[in-house]
């Protein structure tokens, strides 16, 4: 069986690590697995790119900024949101590329910002190869959000999308939803990442009638393991003895990740545990302005964007726990390899986080957007996070339920049966 993966990028984002991480689970099964890009960002044998030519990589470009433009037009010129929303109003024919040419299974991941259109989904599913879309966020069954928020909409139809401002001449999200109506929901096979986000996809009118699974992401625990923490320490040059709360995103000012919250948690944490107050510091990973340095009232330090394995695992292994206090989220890669390295998270109760973090076994599920849980929460792993009994059952949680093996094993019984399905479609 040959699979080709379908991503945005091979490297940036979460979608996109998640799906490499699949193309190598799958090799670890013994399937044949590519993955063909946009942005191809290293000199792996088995990722391949739509840009092909300095002419390939300037259209690719363009078209990106022409849906970035119209999204910033409707948005009547205001940059709130702009990245919140997709259209894929334009994109790349890949419907004869030699590669889906070659492939039995054609698998979707984050296809946004200019890889395929939703008249460029359409003509991979008229090829006759087997389709599999796993679901990253909500994009694939909305108008043109990635996650709603409070919206409901999706769950009959989406217009005036609340992430956009009302236009007099164009409403992006009904237009959209219409062009995706237009895609035949029973040849693809729709996976969620996580529990919540599969039971929200099967809400959706969209999908209505569409065949809609679960598999988790993968992760290999031989890449992601326990280092001595005082090793780990030492390596970034940090305190043997204090307590480190790390708190890492792409975009660490991006409202959605909740640094707001954090902040007032750490606020409450330093009024009601002072005796906590030279003990306690923030580590920082990911893109982030100077002015954050002094947002949070604890001392505070920047790895920066972290792209090596090796230091993720040291940085994650340093911490005393992870703090992830996202409002929306599917299945975090950061908790996953977190826990692979022993260390605890804390997080609220919303998308896919409770079901990666087990209360007060391997980490703290704090309610939703209560800042006062999540201050309680931190305090209670940093009291439990000196137990090898936590930091074991994180390790364990990791292995029994993101096992890469596991997880292939599953994906390829979902592309035996999708083939057999579409086979059958086929000689009706």
């Known amino acids: 069986m040959k699979v080709l993966i379908l991503c945005t990028s091979e490297n940036t984002g979460g979608a996109a690590v998640a799906a490499k991480r699949l193309m190598y689970a799958l090799h670890s099964i013994g399937v044949e697995a590519k993955m063909l890009v946009r942005d191809k960002q290293t000199d792996d044998p088995h990722v391949y790119s739509v840009n092909t030519s300095w002419l390939t990589t300037k259209l690719n470009f363009l078209r990106f900024v022409a849906e970035r433009l119209l999204i910033f037009l409707c948005n009547k010129f205001s940059k709130e949101n702009l990245f919140r929303t997709s259209i894929a109003n334009t994109g790349n024919d890949l419907s004869r590329h030699p590669l889906v040419q070659e492939a039995d299974v054609i698998h979707l991941h984050w296809i946004n910002q200019g890889l395929l259109s939703i008249a460029d989904i359409r003509g991979l599913i008229r090829s006759g190869k087997t389709v599999l879309w796993t679901m990253h966020d909500m994009w694939a069954f909305t108008g043109i959000c990635h996650y709603s928020g409070n919206c409901l909409k999706f769950t009959e139809k989406c217009f005036n999308c609340p992430q956009q401002p009302a236009h007099p001449f164009a409403d992006l999200s009904a ?56 090793e780990a320490r030492t390596h970034f040059n940090l305190d043997a003895d204090k307590v480190y709360l790390l708190f890492g995103a792409a975009k660490l000012t991006d409202e959605r990740k909740g640094a707001a919250y954090l902040k007032e948690a750490c606020r409450i944490l330093k009024e009601k545990h002072p005796e906590l107050d030279d003990r306690i510091e923030l580590l920082l990973m990911g893109k982030a302005q100077e002015d954050i340095l002094g947002y949070f009232p604890y001392p505070t330090r920047s790895f920066g964007y972290l792209s090596s394995e090796s230091e993720l695992v040291k940085a994650y292994s340093a911490a005393t726990l992870f703090v992830i206090p996202s409002l929306e989220d599917n299945l975090p890669n950061s908790i996953m390899e977190s826990m692979a390295c022993g260390t605890p998270c804390v997080g609220f109760r919303n998308g896919g986080i409770p079901e990666m973090i087990d209360h007060k076994e391997n980490g703290y599920v704090a309610d939703y957007l209560d800042a ?38 599953r994906y390829y019984q979902l592309y035996e049966d999708a083939s057999k399905r579409m086979q059958t479609m086929k000689e009706r």
């Open 175 to 230: 237009l959209t939803w219409e062009q995706k109506k237009k895609i035949p929901q029973d040849r693809i096979v729709y996976v969620g990442c996580s529990k919540w986000i599969t039971e929200t996809a099967r809400h959706s009118e969209l999908l209505s009638g569409a065949q809609i699974t679960w598999v988790p992401n993968p992760i290999d625990t031989t890449r992601y393991y326990p280092v001595d923490r005082i």
């Open 372 to 409: 006062e849980d999540l201050a309680r929460g931190i305090y209670w792993t940093i009291a439990a996070s000196g137990d090898e009994v936590i930091r074991d059952a994180c390790v364990e949680r990791v292995k029994v339920h993101y096992n890469q093996q596991q997880i292939a094993g």
